[in-house]
C-alpha cells in the first residue's frame, strides 16, 4: 500500500506545482499551493515525521496561506497581465531547467541501492516527545536563537507597516 | 493464491526506495525555480520560493527516516520558522512596495538598477 499512496500523494503534490507556477491569478497560485502542502504532509506521515507533518498543516497550509491569501486581498491583486519576455528567456529557459533537473537527478541516481526502503512504520522516532526532547537537550541553543529571530520579524513586520512609512 | 497475484503483493507491500521520495523533492524544487524566474507578479514569485522550501524540508525528512535520526526532523522544524519570519517581513515589504509604486510587477520595481 505504500506505493500506492506514495504515488497518489506524489502525482497530487506534482501537479498541483505545475498548477503553482502556471495559474495566472494569484489566489489560484496560492490555493495550489495549499494541495501542495497538504500532500507533503501526507508524505511525511508516510516518512514518521508524526509531528512535523502536524506542524506543516498547521504553519504553512493554516498560518503562513492565510497570511498570503489575506494580502493578496488587500492589495486586490488581479491576474497577471502577460508581457513579451526577451527572446533569451523563451528560447533557453525549459531547456535550462530540464539540464538543472536532470543534474540533481544525476547526482542522486545509484547512490541510494542498498538502502532499506520506506515503509510506514518502519521509523518512529518523529514522534513530538522525541523531537522535543531532541529539541530541548541537543538543540537548546539554536532553539533560543530562533525566538530572537521571531522578535526581529515581529518589530521588522511592525515597523514596514507603519502608516507614515 | 496464484503465482502472479502473489507476486504483485509483494511488490505492493514493498515499500518505497529513498531515492523517489528525493526526486519528487527535486522536481517539486525545479518547479519552485521556475515559478520563481517565469513569473512577474511578486507575490507569485514569493509563493515558489515557499515551494522551494517545502521541497527541502521533503527531502530533510527522507533523510530522516533514512539514517532513523530525528536530526532531519529538528532542520525541517527551523526552516518551517525562518519561513514564517520570512513570510512575515516579506509581505509587509509587498504591502509597503505596493503602498509607494501601486504596483505588483517586479519589472517596474527597478530603482536599484544600474
Known amino acids: ?64 496561506m ?37 543534474i540533481i537527478g544525476y547526482a542522486l541516481q545509484g547512490r541510494f541501492a542498498g538502502v532499506e526502503k520506506v515503509k510506514f512504520g518502519n521509523f518512529t522516532g518523529g514522534t513530538a516527545e522525541a523531537v522535543g526532547m531532541a529539541l530541548f537537550t541537543d538543540y537548546l541553543l539554536p532553539f533560543e536563537v530562533t525566538s530572537v529571530l521571531i522578535l526581529v520579524a515581529i518589530i521588522g513586520a511592525i515597523v514596514l507597516a507603519r502608516k507614515e512609512l | 493464491m496464484p503465482e502472479g497475484l502473489q507476486s504483485a503483493a509483494t511488490t505492493l507491500n514493498a515499500g518505497v526506495p529513498i531515492s523517489w521520495y528525493l526526486i519528487l523533492s527535486a522536481i ?31 527531502s530533510f525528512v527522507a533523510f ?32 509597503t512596495v505596493f503602498k509607494n509604486r501601486d504596483t505588483l510587477n517586479i519589472d517596474e520595481i527597478n530603482t536599484l538598477k544600474n
Open chain 2, 28 to 58: 517539486l524544487f525545479t518547479l519552485g525555480v521556475a515559478g520563481f524566474l517565469f513569473r512577474r507578479n511578486i507575490i507569485t514569485v514569493f509563493m515558489c520560493i515557499e515551494l522551494m522550501l517545502n521541497a527541502v524540508n521533503l
Open chain 1, 66 to 102: 492565510v497570511l498570503f491569501i489575506f494580502v493578496i486581498m488587500l492589495l486586490n491583486a488581479g491576474a497577471e497581465t502577460r508581457r513579451g519576455r526577451s527572446w533569451m528567456a523563451q528560447l533557453l529557459g525549459v531547456p535550462v531547467l530540464i539540464a538543472f533537473f536532470a
Open chain 2, 64 to 95: 530522516a527516516n533514512m539514517h532513523k535520526q530525528v536530526g532531519g526532523h529538528i532542520f525541517t522544524f527551523f526552516v518551517m520558522v525562518v519561513a514564517a519570519a520570512e513570510a512575515a517581513v516579506g509581505l509587509a515589504i509587498i504591502l
Open chain 1, 1 to 64: 500500500m505504500d506505493i500506492f499512496f506514495f504515488l497518489l500523494f506524489a502525482t497530487v503534490a506534482v501537479l498541483c506545482g505545475i498548477s503553482v507556477v502556471l495559474q495566472r491569478h494569484p489566489i489560484a497560485s496560492a490555493l495550489s499551493l495549499v494541495g501542495v502542502m497538504g500532500s507533503i504532509a501526507v508524505l511525511y506521515l508516510m516518512l514518521g515525521a508524526e509531528f512535523i507533518a502536524m506542524a506543516q498543516m498547521i504553519v504553512y497550509a493554516g498560518a503562513i
